[in-house]
């Protein structure tokens, strides 16, 4: 089955962007599709128009923060709160384990607000740990691998 | 009886290496002294959404629960006034004296001031700290007629951000090029392009003469509107207790790696540092939100007993306006300069700095997604790359790196 999968990207440096790229690429290697939106550039319509499932990757600011350019998409849906009934989702948090109370808490945000707009996650959270010394775009192109067959994508 | 861990400065590196001690397993008592009224909050933010939305929290290094939760003592509105390096004391302004074990100096750099003759002081604004934002902030409600003097990072930010907010902003600068010490004209060149786009009135090779009423008199004859003129034009190392204290400084605390000082019991980190940097081989002195946590982690641990060298190419970054500029390594020498991207099209700039066929420095210019692999192939200084290569934006980065097996 061929999905069309929505990526938004909240970043401060770039590294979630990088990761987005890897995870699209290997979207598209599986037969599916996958088109990276900035968060900045989104809005709740995004989730309730979204033609397949949506991924969310966030990296995380300051004490547990979502990165400035996610925080204006977090408040509309916050306000808004859209039903979001039967859109599937995934979460990639990137974090620092030094903060270990408040880790890859801009991902796990997004994750608990889509939740309880009704959308149903799909997968485990993946989540990375800068100081892990694992290249985080590496490790979450082996996630998304499984993501997809668990969303039904075969290559 | 164990006299513990204090911390002078209540900034990034203060509250980050505080609270690395405690994850590597120190124990001791840990008292950070800061000056401002603030628990340690990210500066970054000062120049963007503090101004864009004032009223906005600036983020905090440290969640406040995290002070209790970690033993860790922070002391605001607090003033070192000396270092007893013999009897291992901090005299506190009022006279108390605090004993230490190790102390961590991490009181960061000061704003060069900036006076103009014939304008009031109360018109001339910084920004380093939360209040000089808020002030700022409050400047800027009714949108006056900005002019930034400086054109370096804070003022561009702040000049972007003005912008942004309707105030008609003139920048000057003294150079003939925007951020001069990046040693990039091309990045110079795609900065000037992208302000001017959005309207900021660009000064170069120009000096600020003298103001009066609501301009100031510029060297070349011109002049510009100002009712709120903002300073940014460099800082200095807040080095004055370690001068005091005798300590070896060189335009900044000289430091090692492990952010030792010539005092083996007195580390420092961050802004105020002039380090070793073990990847680049030399000492330099670095203004970076990166450069703090390094540092930070590494004076913490090793305080904590678990001798650490910080180790990192030096990457910064920029957000003004639109634009994300971010720049690694610290070049002192470019031989060549190779372009991925299209310098005037809308998709970003990407600059590679070589020295001979090794690449010693990057900017990414609304590209920041290729700056974790430019990081990358900065920290193996022997690689030799392609510039064809280098040049291509279907060639991705990450297949230039030799060490890791084919996806």
């Given at each position: 089955m061929s999905e069309f999968v929505t990526i938004l990207v909240a970043t401060m440096s770039g590294t979630t962007e990088m990761v987005a790229d890897e995870v699209a690429g290997r979207i598209e290697d599986a037969g599916g599709s996958a088109r990276i939106l900035r968060m900045e550039k989104a809005s709740p319509v995004t989730f309730t128009g979204a033609a397949g499932p949506v991924l969310i990757c966030s990296s995380t600011y300051g004490t547990g923060e979502v990165p400035d350019n996610g925080q204006a998409l977090y408040a509309a849906l916050e306000a808004e709160?859209?039903?979001?009934?039967g859109l599937r989702y995934g979460v990639i948090a990137l974090g620092d384990s030094i903060y270990p109370q408040t880790f890859c808490f801009g991902g796990k945000r997004f994750d608990a607000l889509l939740a309880s707009l009704g959308a149903c996650r799909v997968g485990e959270r993946f989540e990375c740990d800068s100081?892990?010394?694992?290249?985080p775009e590496e490790a979450a192109a082996e996630w998304a691998e499984r993501w997809l067959q668990e969303l039904g994508v075969h290559a | 009886m164990e006299r513990g861990v204090i911390v002078i400065g209540g900034g990034q590196a203060a509250a980050r290496a505080a609270k690395a001690m405690r994850v590597a397993g120190y124990v001791g008592p840990i008292t950070i002294l800061s000056?401002?009224?603030?628990l340690p909050y990210e500066r970054p933010a000062l120049s963007k959404a503090m101004l864009l939305q004032p009223g906005a929290e600036a983020p905090q290094?440290?969640?406040?629960p995290d002070y209790a939760t970690s033993a860790i003592t922070l002391r605001t509105r607090c003033r070192a006034e000396a270092i007893d390096r013999t009897r291992h004391e901090v005299a506190l302004c009022g006279g108390e004296r605090l004993p230490y074990d190790r102390l961590l100096i991490a009181t960061g750099s000061r704003n060069r001031p900036l006076t103009i003759d014939?304008?009031?002081?109360?018109?001339i604004f910084s920004l380093r700290t939360l209040d000089d934002g808020r002030r700022l902030a409050r400047a800027l409600k009714d949108r006056p007629a900005l002019t930034v003097v400086g054109g370096g990072f804070i003022g561009l930010e702040v000049a972007a951000s003005a912008a942004k907010l309707g105030c008609r902003v003139a920048v000057i600068e003294a150079?003939?090029?925007?951020?001069?010490?990046?040693?990039s004209p091309e990045a110079s060149a795609f900065v000037l392009d992208h302000h001017s786009r959005c309207g900021i009135d660009v000064r170069l090779g120009v000096r600020v003469v003298s103001g009066e009423g609501g301009r100031v008199r510029l060297s070349d004859g011109g002049d510009t509107a100002a009712e709120v003129v903002v300073a940014g034009v460099g800082v200095a190392p807040d080095t004055a207790l370690a001068d005091a204290a005798g300590l070896d400084c060189q335009d900044g605390i000289l430091v090692d790696a492990f952010c030792r000082?010539?005092?083996?019991d007195i580390f420092a980190a961050g802004d105020v540092t002039r380090h070793y940097n073990p990847l680049l081989g030399r000492s330099l002195r670095l203004e970076s939100w990166q450069n703090a946590n390094a540092q930070a982690d590494a004076a913490g641990r090793t305080i904590a007993g678990f001798p650490t060298p910080s180790a990192e190419i030096p990457w910064l970054w920029s957000d003004q306006g639109d634009l994300n500029l971010q720049a690694a390594g610290a070049p002192s020498s470019v031989e060549r300069t190779v372009l991925r991207?299209?310098?005037?099209?809308?998709d970003g700039l990407t600059i590679f700095q070589l020295d001979g066929d090794r690449l010693v420095g990057g900017v990414t210019l609304n590209r920041g997604k290729e700056m974790p692999m430019i990081r990358r192939l900065l920290a193996q200084p022997e690689l030799q790359l392609d510039p064809d290569h280098l040049a291509d934006?279907?060639?991705?980065?990450?297949?230039?790196?030799?060490?890791r097996e084919a996806a």
């Amino acid at each position: 089955m061929s999905e069309f999968v929505t990526i938004l990207v909240a970043t401060m440096s770039g590294t979630t962007e990088m990761v987005a790229d890897e995870v699209a690429g290997r979207i598209e290697d599986a037969g599916g599709s996958a088109r990276i939106l900035r968060m900045e550039k989104a809005s709740p319509v995004t989730f309730t128009g979204a033609a397949g499932p949506v991924l969310i990757c966030s990296s995380t600011y300051g004490t547990g923060e979502v990165p400035d350019n996610g925080q204006a998409l977090y408040a509309a849906l916050e306000a808004e709160r859209p039903d979001l009934a039967g859109l599937r989702y995934g979460v990639i948090a990137l974090g620092d384990s030094i903060y270990p109370q408040t880790f890859c808490f801009g991902g796990k945000r997004f994750d608990a607000l889509l939740a309880s707009l009704g959308a149903c996650r799909v997968g485990e959270r993946f989540e990375c740990d800068s100081r892990s010394g694992i290249y985080p775009e590496e490790a979450a192109a082996e996630w998304a691998e499984r993501w997809l067959q668990e969303l039904g994508v075969h290559a | 009886m164990e006299r513990g861990v204090i911390v002078i400065g209540g900034g990034q590196a203060a509250a980050r290496a505080a609270k690395a001690m405690r994850v590597a397993g120190y124990v001791g008592p840990i008292t950070i002294l800061s000056e401002e009224a603030h628990l340690p909050y990210e500066r970054p933010a000062l120049s963007k959404a503090m101004l864009l939305q004032p009223g906005a929290e600036a983020p905090q290094v440290l969640a406040e629960p995290d002070y209790a939760t970690s033993a860790i003592t922070l002391r605001t509105r607090c003033r070192a006034e000396a270092i007893d390096r013999t009897r291992h004391e901090v005299a506190l302004c009022g006279g108390e004296r605090l004993p230490y074990d190790r102390l961590l100096i991490a009181t960061g750099s000061r704003n060069r001031p900036l006076t103009i003759d014939g304008m009031a002081a109360e018109q001339i604004f910084s920004l380093r700290t939360l209040d000089d934002g808020r002030r700022l902030a409050r400047a800027l409600k009714d949108r006056p007629a900005l002019t930034v003097v400086g054109g370096g990072f804070i003022g561009l930010e702040v000049a972007a951000s003005a912008a942004k907010l309707g105030c008609r902003v003139a920048v000057i600068e003294a150079a003939d090029r925007l951020l001069p010490r990046l040693g990039s004209p091309e990045a110079s060149a795609f900065v000037l392009d992208h302000h001017s786009r959005c309207g900021i009135d660009v000064r170069l090779g120009v000096r600020v003469v003298s103001g009066e009423g609501g301009r100031v008199r510029l060297s070349d004859g011109g002049d510009t509107a100002a009712e709120v003129v903002v300073a940014g034009v460099g800082v200095a190392p807040d080095t004055a207790l370690a001068d005091a204290a005798g300590l070896d400084c060189q335009d900044g605390i000289l430091v090692d790696a492990f952010c030792r000082t010539s005092d083996p019991d007195i580390f420092a980190a961050g802004d105020v540092t002039r380090h070793y940097n073990p990847l680049l081989g030399r000492s330099l002195r670095l203004e970076s939100w990166q450069n703090a946590n390094a540092q930070a982690d590494a004076a913490g641990r090793t305080i904590a007993g678990f001798p650490t060298p910080s180790a990192e190419i030096p990457w910064l970054w920029s957000d003004q306006g639109d634009l994300n500029l971010q720049a690694a390594g610290a070049p002192s020498s470019v031989e060549r300069t190779v372009l991925r991207g299209d310098p005037s099209g809308g998709d970003g700039l990407t600059i590679f700095q070589l020295d001979g066929d090794r690449l010693v420095g990057g900017v990414t210019l609304n590209r920041g997604k290729e700056m974790p692999m430019i990081r990358r192939l900065l920290a193996q200084p022997e690689l030799q790359l392609d510039p064809d290569h280098l040049a291509d934006s279907a060639m991705p980065l990450r297949r230039l790196l030799p060490t890791r097996e084919a996806a």
